[in-house]
T-cell receptor, first 114, second 117 residues
Framework: AQTVTQSQPEMSVQEAETVTLSCTYDTSESDYYLFWYKQPPSRQMILVIRQEAYKQQNATENRFSVNFQKAAKSFSLKISDSQLGDAAMYFCAYRSAYNNDMRFGAGTRLTVKP | GEEVAQTPKHLVRGEGQKAKLYCAPIKGHSYVFWYQQVLKNEFKFLISFQNENVFDETGMPKERFSAKCLPNSPCSLEIQATKLEDSAVYFC???????????????FGSGTRLTVV
């Protein structure tokens, strides 16, 4: 079974600074997708960024980018120019291309200090 | 519609009572997923459907939990004889199949908060 590990329960960043959230996963599959979701206090799950395992190029979405290291099974999220609205729980997720199920990490709570 | 609609938003049940949660997936999405998020924030996979067929139910506590996705009806998750430990937020998500030409992520509903007292 696939597992997703987020080793940082909590992270803190100063407004306008950059922060990196870590995620590692374990799988024997060759085809899969990786995601970062943001969950603000409202509990709504918001897709931040996604990466296809077959693509070598790291995904970027405005201030959000990933460092995808397939051999190391690592998928970190970098948030640049952090804003107060970025404060939330962030979940790393793995989705199998074979059965479509998604597995989540335990989450990292990000605090943004003004 | 373009959102996953979950009802009710909040549900309070006495221990031993039945709870039923509903989810209307996005039209055209063939996969539906149920997750349980407890206070520790961990997401526990419960069950997935491909159309009306159970796709993966490895996360379901089968003694008391059941789920259905019938044609032309919202999907449902039912808990018989609720226990205190069932208190959680239950999320439904829907998706098209994961293929290289289509969206791969889930669209989540806003969740149903179940409180068992």
């Amino acid at each position: 079974a696939q597992t997703v590990t987020q080793s940082q329960p909590e992270m803190s960043v100063q407004e306008a600074e950059t922060v990196t959230l870590s995620c590692t996963y374990d799988t024997s599959e060759s085809d899969y997708y990786l995601f970062w979701y943001k969950q603000p206090p409202s509990r709504q799950m918001i897709l931040v960024i996604r990466q296809e395992a077959y693509k070598q190029q790291n995904a970027t979405e405005n201030r959000f980018s990933v460092n995808f290291q397939k051999a190391a099974k690592s998928f970190s999220l970098k948030i640049s120019d952090s804003q107060l609205g970025d404060a939330a729980m962030y979940f790393c997720a793995y989705r199998s291309a074979y059965n479509n199920d998604m597995r989540f990490g335990a989450g990292t709570r990000l605090t943004v200090k003004p | 519609g373009e959102e996953v609609a979950q009802t009710p938003k909040h549900l309070v049940r006495g221990e031993g009572q039945k709870a039923k949660l509903y989810c209307a997936p996005i039209k055209g999405h063939s996969y539906v997923f149920w997750y349980q998020q407890v206070l520790k924030n961990e997401f526990k996979f419960l069950i997935s459907f491909q159309n009306e067929n159970v796709f993966d139910e490895t996360g379901m506590p089968k003694e008391r939990f059941s789920a259905k996705c019938l044609p032309n009806s919202p999907c449902s998750l039912e808990i018989q004889a609720t226990k205190l430990e069932d208190s959680a937020v239950y999320f439904c998500a829907s998706s098209q199949s994961g293929n290289r030409d289509g969206p791969y992520g889930y669209t989540f509903g806003s969740g149903t908060r179940l409180t068992v007292v």
